[in-house]
């Protein structure tokens, strides 16, 4: 997580595509993570709340290794992970064999492998989106979403207990409140959401803390978790594409 926040802080906007250290650097351990991630499955609550993509196409932006694909592909009619980073196409495309209505391309976020309009919903998960910065990736997942369709970001929460103090402690420059108020002023709505982590042992525990902050941080963090699981608190923020063309005082063609 450090190195993305700190990219998305340097503002290169030039750039097709911000280096996300922890998956690139450990993709093992970050399959160990995904495990344990929202075990009691709050955040596909949440998202199934806000946008039906039942018999619809998904785009997965930033998809990874592919790891939520099968999710989405259980009840979608199409999956599209989109992945610019080489590695982790060969491991995402990997994970869908067998799965006959999900696929993985090649692409950054600002040059979607898509058609106008063809998409229901586009989802990011702690992937491309961090607040200012990422215009291009917000126009172009309207670009391909159909009028009516969603655009849904999962991003953690700075100010939720525990894992928002030691994000911002680790990235100082990280403003939570300016990321939430980029997104507001962009139309989105927001919900927050407690995800509960579990995992298997203390190891897989402490390597994952291990992969997401620096050595000090990490540290803090394993010291004040006790067991095997702690909560992570989510911001879902999602925004529907209009229907239909506005005119002045809101009415609509």
């Known amino acids: 997580?450090?190195?993305?926040?700190?990219?998305?802080?340097?503002?290169?906007?030039?750039?097709?595509?911000l280096p996300s250290p922890n998956i690139w650097h450990w993709p093992e351990v970050y399959e160990v993570e995904n495990r344990a991630q929202d075990v009691s499955g709050a955040i596909w609550a949440a998202l199934a709340?806000?946008?039906?993509?039942a018999g619809g196409l998904v785009v997965d932006v930033g998809c990874g290794d592919g790891f939520h694909l099968p999710v989405f592909a259980r009840t979608a009619r199409r999956v599209v992970g989109v992945e610019p980073h080489p590695p982790l196409v060969r491991r995402a495309r990997e994970r869908v064999v067998g799965v006959p209505n999900a696929s993985v391309v090649a692409a950054p976020a600002q040059?979607?492998?898509?058609g106008d309009g063809e998409a229901d919903l586009v989802h990011a998960r702690t992937a491309y989106f961090f607040g200012p910065g990422c215009e291009p990736g917000l126009r172009e997942a309207d670009r391909v979403l159909r009028p009516g369709g969603t655009l849904a970001i999962v991003d953690l929460d700075g100010t939720a207990e525990p894992y928002g103090p030691w994000l911002c402690a680790d990235e100082p420059r990280y403003r939570p409140s300016e990321v939430e108020e980029f997104f507001v002023a962009q139309g989105f709505s927001m919900r927050r959401v407690r995800a509960l982590w579990r995992f298997e042992s203390r190891d897989d525990l402490e390597a994952v803390l291990r992969i997401e902050f620096s050595a000090k941080i990490a540290e803090r963090a394993i010291a004040a978790v006790p067991g095997l699981s702690f909560e992570v608190g989510y911001r879902v923020h999602t925004r529907r594409k209009p229907v239909g063309l506005v005119l002045p005082g809101g009415a609509r063609a």
């Open 1 to 17: 997580m450090r190195g993305i926040v700190r990219a998305a802080l340097a503002a290169v906007r030039s750039a097709d595509v």
């Open 49 to 53: 709340e806000e946008c039906d993509w």
């Open 111 to 114: 040059r979607l492998p898509l």
